[in-house]
């Protein structure tokens, strides 16, 4: 377990070097910040699995505190926190938007990012940043204008406070890409589906989407960053005050941000990264 964030002193502080507690003999309570009723108890007993290659904590099911329970955090992306006064459960929205609702915004918040992809691949058509995707579909003449109809790829709700729903929703627009490799050879439809496609996220209120946050990527080259997942919202600290984590993908590296719901605002507090 990677230490992001810690509240100390009234303030939160990035500590993505330190590795949580690890000098500590003490087990400590945390629970899921997208599944607060899934909790966890650390113990500082490794499994006999994964001797030798494992560093710190096991994590133990509290209801459940076996050693089939054991649970590999290193395998599992997500956040944990410790005694939150209030989390939410995340959860698949039961009445998402019109993909027509939003599509108007990711195509304004995207259009930058795409005409830099366009200038990039007139640019430098052969350069090796854009070979990942070439080399599955083939295609260096990327035109933003040929990208396929916004689609709704994600629906997820929950509460950014209590009593206040809101939904985080990804679109993606797909570019029309070779069914098969340069070598007539098929690919993925996954790959397919992602190369050279523009992608958009955002937190908007349940009721009249009114937009909290958003953020985009266009994946052209294999260095891009790429998907963005909420982790959770917890008033962490007990101050009344909702924290949100998003994860961020990168190349070799994953991204987390802390944000607070202030003033019926999502405002960032701190970044971290924790490379690979």
Known sequence: MTLLAVHENGRWNDRPEKEFLVSSDESHFFVEMDDPEHQHISSKEIPESLSGSYRGFTFKDADCPTDNNNTDPHKIRGAMVSMPAWCSRIRPAKNPPSVEELAARMKRELQPLE??????????????????????????????????????????????????????????????????????????????????????????????????????????????????????????????????????????????????????????????????
């Open 115 to 276: 005409n830099e992809c366009r200038d990039a691949c007139k640019r430098i058509p052969n350069c090796c940043e854009l070979a990942y995707c070439c080399d599955f579909c083939g295609q260096v003449d990327y035109d933003p204008e040929r990208l396929l109809p916004p689609e709704m790829t994600e629906s997820l709700e929950f509460e950014i406070a209590p009593g206040e729903t809101v939904l985080f929703i990804t679109l993606r627009r797909r570019y029309p890409c070779s069914v098969n490799k340069p070598d007539e050879t098929p690919f993925a439809k996954n790959q397919r589906d992602l190369c050279f496609s523009s992608n958009w996220h955002t937190i908007v209120r349940e009721n009249g989407l009114e937009p909290l946050w958003s953020l985009g990527w266009a994946y052209w080259h294999e260095k891009a960053d790429d998907t963005s997942c909420v982790m959770g919202a917890a008033d962490v600290d007990g101050d009344g005050v909702s924290e949100v984590v998003i994860g961020r993908n990168g190349f070799e590296n994953e991204f987390y941000d802390l944000y607070q719901y202030k003033d019926k605002k999502l405002v960032k507090l701190l970044d971290v990264s924790y490379g690979y």
